[in-house]
C-alpha cells in the first residue's frame, strides 16, 4: 500500500484529500504545518507528498527545498495561486506537479497514481538501454546514474527536468507537442496545466544554453512545439 503525506493547514481540505486517496486504496497522514510536515517527510515513511504552499510556520516553498535535499519522491503541489510566477518557483525548487485549487476528485487521483507510476519507472531502470551513455551536443546523459554533464560539466537535474531532457536529446530534430511531452513525462492524457511543460523548458534552457533567450539546443518550433537540434 502506498503511503501518502498531506501537508495542509486547511483540515477540511486536507480531510477530503485523505478520503479520496483511502478510497483508492492509499494509507495517508496529515500534518497540519510546515515543520510538523517536514519532520514526517524526513522519516522516509512516505511514497509520495501533497503539498500546501501556504502553511503556518514553513512555508511550501521552503519545505520543499528542504525535503528535495533528503529525497526524491513525487511532491504534487497543491495550490490556490495561479499566477505562473508561483508555479515556475514551486517547480524550480523541485516539485514534480502541481494542482490548483479547487480541483476536481478525478484529477486529484490521477495525477497522484500518474506521478507515482512515473517515479516507478524511473527507479527501477528495468529498460535495456538504460546503462547506454546518450550524448549530443554539447549534453552527455547516464540514464542509469542520472548524471547530466553539459560542457563537461556536471549540472543538476530535478526528476521531471531531467525526463524532460533525455526524451528530447534521444529524439533529436523530433518535434513534440506540449500534449505528447505532458503524456509521456507526468504519464497521462494532458488533462493538466500545459504551462507546466513551458516552465520545465524553461528551466533547461537555463541550465544548458548558452543564451537561454536564444537557444541554440532547446528550440520552440512555433504552432508545433519543441525540439532538439544538433
Known sequence: ????????????????ERD??????????????GHEGLRLANTGEYDMIL??????GMNGYELCRAVREKTDI????????HE???????????A???????????????????????????TRNQEPDAKREVKAGPIRI?????????????IEFKNKEFELLLLLVSNPYIVFSKEQIYEQ????DAIGDLKTVAVHINRLREKVEADPQSPDYIQTVWGAGYRFKL
Do not use: C, H
Not at 6 to 11: F, Y
Not at 74 to 81: C, E, F, G, K, Q
Not at 185 to 188: E, N, P, R, S, V
Open 96 to 122: 514534480d506537479d502541481y494542482i490548483a485549487k479547487p480541483f476536481s476528485p478525478t484529477e486529484l487521483i490521477a495525477r497522484v497514481k500518474s506521478n507515482l507510476a512515473q517515479y516507478e519507472r524511473l
Open 20 to 33: 479520496f486517496l483511502e478510497i483508492e486504496g492509499f494509507a495517508t497522514d496529515i500534518a497540519p504545518d
Open 74 to 81: 513525487p511532491i504534487l503541489m497543491v495550490t490556490a495561486r
Open 84 to 94: 505562473i510566477s508561483d508555479k515556475v518557483r514551486g517547480l524550480g525548487l523541485g
Open 51 to 56: 503539498l500546501d504552499l501556504m502553511l503556518p
Open 185 to 188: 513525462i507526468w504519464g497521462m
Open 1 to 16: 500500500m502506498k503511503k501518502i503525506l498531506i501537508i495542509e493547514d486547511d483540515m477540511s481540505i486536507a480531510e477530503i
Open 142 to 154: 547516464n540514464p542509469l546514474t542520472r548524471r547530466v554533464f553539459v560542457r563537461e560539466r556536471e
